[in-house]
């Protein structure tokens, strides 16, 4: 139990809609990065937060989109779904930006038909 | 850039033998590097870190040794379990803030009884 949650577990889309995923971090945690990971393969790093702002992202398109607030949660929206974006998508957070250690919650399992 | 490399699986193994999992990176300075372990229909968990070079990182019976020499963090078991087949993933965290994580492909265990 690493205190991350993600909800939903899985969710089905079309392809072209929007979507957005929530996610709560431990209580204290000032830092919260997203991930996506495609079947068998290694989570890529989509985005990071730090005190509500972004940080750093990795090479993924506008579209793919974030927020967090003061609550310790956060989202990821992702709009005009495409069918590659199917994938497990994970957050992970960590008390700030000095601490490496990340703690994942299970994912969110997106399928987009 | 930053990168990590992992022998490709499936690694398939019976219960009691001795595992290695080999995984190489390539990155400037000095990153921390981590072994994390998925299991079927979770997200990530820390196996087992360490964040200097010589450091040895431990974690239920699991070990890895952070070689800057030969850039490697080879991830070793004296006497594996059915209770391990999982999917393993190093990662490294570059040394220049935050945890904007790098993961490998993973290494799919299955350990036979």
């Known amino acids: 139990e690493t205190g991350v949650t993600q909800s939903p577990t899985h969710l089905i889309k079309t392809r072209g809609q929007q979507v957005t995923l929530r996610c709560s971090s431990q209580s204290g945690h000032n830092t919260v990065s997203w991930y996506q990971q495609a079947l068998g393969q290694g989570p890529q790093f989509i985005f990071q937060y730090y005190r509500e702002e972004e940080n750093g992202r990795g090479n993924f398109p506008p579209r793919f989109s974030g927020l967090q607030f003061p609550n310790y949660s956060s989202e990821l929206n992702v709009n005009a779904l495409e069918l590659d974006d199917s994938a497990l998508y994970l957050c992970a957070s960590s008390m700030d930006l000095v601490n490496t250690e990340a703690f994942f919650g299970q994912g969110t399992r997106l399928t987009v038909v | 850039g930053n990168s990590v490399t992992q022998m490709e699986g499936p690694v398939t193994l019976s219960e009691e033998a001795f595992l290695t999992i080999n995984c190489t990176y390539t990155?400037?300075?000095?990153?921390?590097l981590f072994w994390y372990v998925q299991y079927p229909g979770e997200g990530l968990q820390l196996l087992l870190k360490a964040t200097k070079a010589d450091d040895k990182g431990s974690n239920k019976g699991f070990e890895a040794t952070y070689r800057k020499e030969t850039t490697s963090f080879h991830l070793e078991k004296g006497s594996v379990q059915v209770s391990d087949s999982a999917v393993y993933f190093c990662?490294?965290?570059?040394?220049?803030?935050?945890?904007?994580?790098?993961f490998g492909a993973g290494t799919r265990l299955f350990v036979k009884a």
């Open positions: 990662a490294l965290t570059p040394n220049t803030g935050g945890f904007k994580t790098i």
């Open positions: 990155a400037t300075g000095y990153p921390s």
